[in-house]
């Protein structure tokens, strides 16, 4: 595991619970666990700026948890959660391929992190392990 990833692993975790505790909830709906496990591939598959567009769109009618998944992101590499920066500064950088390439590969450094470090939290439609005999 790369250094860059295993320092994000523990900001992710903070995050994470800090979240439960703001909620009010000790678990995580399943969408959220769906949301952060499609984030990567989507930025490999569809690029940065359309996964971003995407995952903070408010056309969808779906959980706000979407949006959330950017939040945290921003958290874990620096930016201000709740603005657009990020988006924007993708959007504004599209032609210049050193920082898009760069960006892309924080991004999912975080992704990783958040990804691994929320299998620590308990998921509602989770199924439960059966026990081993």
Known sequence: MNKKLENQIKPAHD???NELKVSGKSYFEKEVKGYISSFGPSVRIAGLLATLAFYLSKNTGVLK????????????????????AL???VSKSQNNTTFISQKQSEILTAITALKLAFRTFP???????????
């Open 15 to 17: 995050l994470l619970e």
């Open 65 to 84: 948890e979407r949006a959330k998944i950017v939040d945290w992101l921003c958290t874990i590499i620096g930016y201000a959660p709740g603005s657009k």
């Open 87 to 89: 988006f924007e500064e």
């Open 123 to 133: 998921v509602v439609g989770d199924p439960v392990p059966e026990k081993i005999i």
